[in-house]
């Protein structure tokens, strides 16, 4: 029988004993149909899994024995913050669904000029859609950790969000000497940025702001892809130069 795994946002445990409620409690009795005895393994998303089985089901309230905890240790490859203009319609889910599944850490949607999505308060749902899309990715996919999800940004609200990061890199269309392989193999350790723009291109005024605050634009070559597909073909590119090293 699969184990599955649980995502729970603030875990509490006392005395080897973890004690789930509302939504959680439900999702895992009514959905999962788990029962007293069965197994369930839970992910705080700070890179812990805590592999439990259901000692007891009260009332609306779930006791779960921990047996033990694993801790994911560091991986090698750097830690990405991905700052993409948001796509209409389903696609961008699609986006945060895979660049989860390829190891982002930190997802900003970032408003530029030409970004046609724009956000108002009663678009909210959209934001948490993402988050329960990357919770969901992250615990079909095995990740120990779960991406942060920042709300939509002006582009020059971003830096408050990336400042201790020194590897900062612009995809540009407009870009034709600095390659993707340049930047990977000139590049200081630590954490990377990756500006990604809208369907429209970024504007030339942006591009220079980005240039002022430490970006280095690059290009991806001839090929135009889409706007979901361009940041998979660059984390899949820094999945595979850093996995095979």
Same mark, same amino acid.
């Given at each position: ?49 805590? =592999? ?19 801790? =994911? ?40 000029? #030409?970004?046609?999505? =724009? ?12 988050? #329960? ?34 590897? =900062? ?77």
């Amino acid at each position: 029988m699969e184990i599955r795994r649980v995502f729970v946002d603030k875990l509490k445990i006392k005395n080897g004993m973890a004690l789930l409620a509302g939504p959680m409690y439900k999702y895992i009795v009514t959905v999962l149909r788990k029962a007293v005895g069965e197994r369930i393994d839970l992910i705080d998303g700070k890179g812990y899994l805590y =592999r439990c089985v259901i000692n007891n089901i009260k009332g609306k309230e779930l006791y779960l024995q921990v047996l033990d905890a694993e801790h =994911r240790p560091e991986e090698k490859r750097p830690k990405v913050t991905l700052c993409v203009s948001p796509i209409k319609g389903p696609r961008m889910d699609w986006l945060m669904e895979k660049a989860t599944e390829l190891g982002v850490e930190k997802i900003l949607p970032v408003l530029f000029k #030409r970004t046609v999505v =724009r956000f108002e308060e009663k678009e909210k749902e959209k934001f948490d859609r993402w988050r #329960r899309i990357t919770i969901e990715a992250s615990r079909q996919s095995g990740r120990f950790t779960i991406p942060e999800v920042i709300e939509p940004t002006p582009l020059r609200g971003i830096l408050s969000h990336i400042d201790h990061i020194e590897n =900062r890199w612009a995809f540009y269309e407009r870009e034709k000497v600095r390659s993707m392989k340049d930047l990977i193999y000139s590049q200081v350790e630590g954490e990377i940025c990756i500006i990604i723009g809208p369907e429209g291109g970024i504007e030339e005024l942006e591009i220079e702001w980005l240039k002022e605050n430490g970006f280095v634009t690059c290009t991806l070559g001839e090929n135009i892809f889409r706007s979901e597909t361009t940041p998979l073909v660059i984390l899949s590119i820094i999945l595979y130069e850093y996995c095979k090293r």
